[in-house]
């Protein structure tokens, strides 16, 4: 039985993850995202896929993101008619993001359209319509976290929880030759025991996983084994700062821009990062840690997607804290100050407020919607303040802004950038460099092949050749279109280098070795002090110590924020 497992997207790059799988008798997909950023990229939304979207059996999704589930409403438009399995929760959230998408993408058509026809070329057709996204929802079927589903003769899946945002899924997949006991598709009754073993294959997409101790959504779920592992390393080459020191930032970044008399920006996804960031502004209000700030939430996508999550808040879906805080009588999303606008009208009156808001904004990359007026009204300003908490990926506005541009182009408007442009790691949705490694190594049995995807170039190259070095096992980063034979484990992926152990420049080494002689000197003298006790000279000692434990708390501060 040939199986085999071929890359579509999320290859070096951030967005459009899909990946192929194909049996003898099955073919499915794993998430079916939209490539999003420069326009090199977003031109893969209408390349054809390199498989037929009517012979797919099924699609599994990790979760809601846009860059995973972006291009399923196309997919469907396309001629697939099987079912979409998913999260209750991802389903929900779903229904909010794919509309919007389908609006978006139906507005620039329109956009696009009109300069065709002034050009005399051909009309330019969207890549979906609402009416494609409203039909694919009818498609999707929701699948419960942790137990063993026999989505067909050969195929048996299982979701875990990835806490990256609400519903998000680590999806592992068992391969088998045909299991006699498994009919087709059955939800309600799932396999007794996984057909384990034998001529079968495992593999485990990690999804995009989450950063750990982040408030709200649970820490991620540990997989146990794999074949084949392939993980996403949007963040695996950055060490984020801890969940402390993103608090005391925001606060900082809200006192500092209150007292200069502006207003701070905060450009938010939708899912996810608004409410983690209203969580800790809540948190800091009810403590008086901060000026009276008002805060706005402004974005009809945020205000649904908040209703989402209350509609989950009884559920296992959140962590200890947060129950605890509902359980208390408490409520994460809502507190005095905080006001969530719902129409344009109410958005476009906060153009008005000079100073004292907070407006968190959809959409997180900038390039859409209303956070583009509230950028056109603050960035000129010295006294404002834009603040960034998630990835902004290549070529977006949010990027430029975070590479350092003094001016931006803003609906066909040149603007000064004078506000202050500032970023905490900390409130991404995705786990760091040392998360990833964490769990991937806590594998118990090492998988034979890990594929790294859902990186930038730079990300997806260094946090291989860590794993590399880490693992000690086969590690590559796929092209698009790379393909992987299930059963021997051959690929067209080239493997990854080990990391350079020895690369610390001289100086590091020299620093290395002065620290290692003044340790040994300090012992020594510990040594001495020991054999004839003197208090005052007993005291000098423990001042020099304290003042290297302070030195080495400095130095690994430093390394945080690098
Ligand atoms: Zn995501
Ligand atoms: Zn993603």
Redesign the pocket.
């Known amino acids: 039985m040939a199986m085999q497992l071929k890359f579509v997207g999320?290859t070096r790059t951030?967005?459009g993850?899909c990946h192929y799988i194909e049996t003898g008798n099955t073919r499915f997909i794993v998430d079916c995202?939209m490539f999003q950023g420069e326009n090199e990229i977003e031109k893969l939304n209408r390349v054809a896929f390199p498989f037929d979207p009517a012979a797919l059996d099924f699609v599994l999704l990790t979760h809601a993101?846009i860059?995973?589930s972006g291009l399923i409403p196309r997919l469907v438009r396309e001629g697939f008619e099987g079912k979409v399995y998913a999260s209750a929760a991802t389903i929900d959230l779903c229904k909010i993001m794919l509309l919007d998408s389908a609006h978006i993408q139906e507005l620039e058509a329109g956009w696009q359209q009109r300069k065709a026809k002034r050009a005399g070329e051909v009309p330019f057709e969207p890549l979906y319509t609402v009416d494609d996204a409203e039909r694919s929802l009818s498609h999707f079927e929701p699948v419960p976290f942790g137990q063993m589903i026999n989505l067909a003769p050969d195929v048996t899946v299982r979701f875990r929880h990835a806490g990256h945002i609400l519903g998000s899924a680590i999806v592992e997949v068992y391969l088998h030759q045909t299991n006699p006991g498994a009919g087709p598709a059955s939800l309600s009754e799932p396999a007794a025991t996984p057909a384990v073993r034998a001529e079968e294959a495992k593999i485990v997409f990690s999804g995009?996983l989450g950063n750990v101790n982040q408030p709200i959504i649970k820490d991620p779920e540990f997989v146990s084994d794999a074949d084949f592992l392939v993980v996403?390393s949007?963040y695996g080459n950055r060490v984020h700062e801890d969940r402390m020191g993103s608090m005391e930032k925001l606060r900082k970044v809200i006192q500092d821009t209150w007292s200069r008399r502006g207003n701070v920006i905060i450009p938010a996804f939708a899912v996810a990062r608004t409410q983690d960031v209203v969580y800790d502004i809540a948190r800091l209000a009810y403590r008086r840690e901060i000026p009276p700030v008002k805060v706005f939430i402004d974005s009809p996508m945020a205000v649904s997607a908040t209703e989402v999550f209350d509609k989950y808040r009884d559920r296992d879906e959140f962590d200890v804290e947060t129950r605890a805080l509902i359980d208390a009588g408490g409520d994460p999303f809502d507190f005095p100050g905080l006001q969530y606008v719902q129409t344009v009208e109410e958005s476009r009156s906060l153009n008005e407020i000079s100073s004292g808001a907070v407006i968190i904004s959809a959409s997180g990359m900038c390039d859409f919607g209303r956070i583009k007026h509230h950028l056109k009204h603050n960035l000129w300003r010295p006294e404002c303040t834009v603040l960034f908490v998630g990835f902004q990926a290549r070529g977006t506005l949010g990027r430029r802004l975070q590479e350092g541009a003094t001016r931006v182009k803003i609906f066909n408007e040149e603007v000064a950038v004078r506000a202050s442009i500032e970023s905490i790691d900390g409130y991404s949705a995705h786990a760091d460099r040392d998360a990833l490694l964490y769990w991937v190594k806590s594998f118990r049995t090492k998988p034979r092949k890990v594929f790294v995807v859902?990186g930038e170039e730079e990300a997806t190259e260094q946090f291989a050749a860590v794993l590399r070095t880490a693992l000690n096992t086969w590690v590559g980063v796929p092209e698009r279109g790379d393909t992987v034979d299930l059963a021997s484990g051959q690929t067209t992926v080239r493997p990854a280098e080990k990391a350079a152990e020895h690369a610390q420049p001289a100086a590091l080494k020299a620093t290395r070795e002065n620290l290692e002689r003044a340790y040994d000197a300090l012992l020594r003298s510990l040594d001495r002090r020991e054999a004839s006790p003197d208090p005052r000279a007993l005291a000098a000692t423990q001042d020099e110590i304290a003042r290297l434990i302070s030195m080495m708390q400095r130095l690994a501060q430093e390394d945080r924020t690098a």
């Open positions: 999320a951030v967005t993850s995202g993101h860059d995973h995009d996403e949007t859902h």
